[in-house]
């Protein structure tokens, strides 16, 4: 399929380390760190001419990569911050029209809900699990109508790896009138991901996991017909159509989805996401997709070999490659790892494995056989 110890040459910690926490962070390569040195080299030696010679085009590689890996055009595809920074202008930028319902689920990263907990005006409707895995697509058809201004939730299930419908989901908003926000970023570099074949209005995601390629930036993609109906009540000077005008009178918004950034871009996490959305891009998303649901099931069914309980989805096609393995105290299990130089996760009763197209087989047998120990 691919050239697996090519590919893990790439990866400085593999050396070193027994790495499956890339639902975490995900490992830094040679040539994100090889584009941060060029950036840091030309900061020293061209300073801020750099911004106009070459910043600038390093930015709009990156749209372009992610937004073409998406599916999508690069004019549907906004750079901010973080989630928490996407959820805002999200929510900024759509007028309610009489509704203040904002669906979630229970399983949810806390972020997605923190965004409408927030704000007075809104009823916040958390969803419960009924097997502490998924949410049934029916609760959101049930709880998702006329009063519902967003129905917002994850693509993958941080806590059990779950993978969600989201045409399902998207169209479950659509037939009530409502938008719908889809928090991706346990999805993009992990599994196939196609927001606009999907039909959701909003798909968030960005470079710190699966991406490998550091904290600070998030990408959102808008629903191209979308774009030019949205005019965000918090914006920046990067949102407007002439940005070096430098008029404060006359402000017109951008016509793309860069109508939706806040500002100057952490330029250091450009270059690094730039040198892991390369490295990603030649291996593929697909053979990336079949190499993690082979180690997936492998990690399975050697955990369960070894007497572990797991909390996953029962169907494997509804599997990502977060495995939550039941413990009775997983902080320690995982500090013990992390002595024998394997590095993972806890979550609430669980040690997290997250595997990734750089790891092998013998890798999750070794994390087995030592948490079993």
Not at 71 to 95: F, H, N, Q, W, Y
Not at 136 to 157: G, I
Request: net charge negative.
């Amino acid at each position: 399929m691919f050239d697996l110890e090519a590919v893990r040459s790439e990866f400085p910690i593999l050396h070193e380390k027994t790495y499956l926490n890339s639902c975490s962070l995900g490992a830094l390569s040679h040539r994100a760190e090889s584009y941060l040195n060029e950036f840091l080299g030309h900061w020293h030696t061209m300073g801020a001419s750099a911004w106009y010679e070459l910043w600038v085009g390093r930015i709009e590689d990156l749209r372009t990569r992610v937004a073409t890996f998406l599916g999508a055009s690069p004019d549907s595809l906004a750079l901010l911050p973080s989630t928490s920074a996407a959820l805002s202008m999200i929510a900024e930028s759509v007028r309610s029209e009489g509704r203040n319902r904002v669906v979630c689920s229970e399983l949810d990263f806390p972020t997605l809900a923190y965004q409408w907990a927030v704000k007075p005006e809104i009823e916040l409707v958390v969803l419960e699990s009924d097997d502490g895995v998924s949410i049934d697509p029916q609760r959101f058809a049930d709880a998702v109508d006329e009063r519902t201004l967003f129905l917002a939730t994850s693509h993958v299930l941080f806590a059990t790896g779950y993978v969600q419908d989201i045409a399902l989901l998207g169209r479950i908003a659509r037939e009530a009138g409502a938008y719908s926000v889809i928090d991706g970023y346990q999805g993009p570099g992990q599994i196939p991901v196609d927001p606009g074949a999907s039909g959701v209005d909003f798909y968030t995601a960005g470079a710190l996991k699966w991406l490998c390629g550091g904290p600070g930036l998030s990408y959102l993609w808008v629903r191209p017909d979308l774009i030019r109906q949205l005019e965000p009540r918090i914006t920046s000077w990067w949102a407007a159509k002439d940005m070096f005008g430098f008029d404060l009178e006359n402000f017109q918004f951008r016509d793309d989805a860069r109508r939706f950034e806040l500002g100057t871009p952490a330029l250091a996490t450009v270059h690094m996401a730039l040198g892991g959305q390369e490295i990603i891009d030649e291996v593929g998303i697909e053979a990336i997709h079949k190499h993690n649901r082979a180690l997936t099931d492998h990690l399975v069914e050697s955990a369960r070999e070894a007497g572990f309980e797991l909390t996953i989805a029962a169907d494997p096609e509804r599997r990502s490659a977060i495995v939550m393995i039941q413990h009775p105290d997983p902080p320690a299990a995982v500090a013990r790892l992390a002595e024998r130089g394997i590095i993972v996760d806890h979550r609430p009763g669980h040690v997290r494995v997250s595997p990734h197209f750089y790891n092998t087989t013998d890798e999750v047998d070794h994390c087995v056989a030592a948490l079993r120990d």
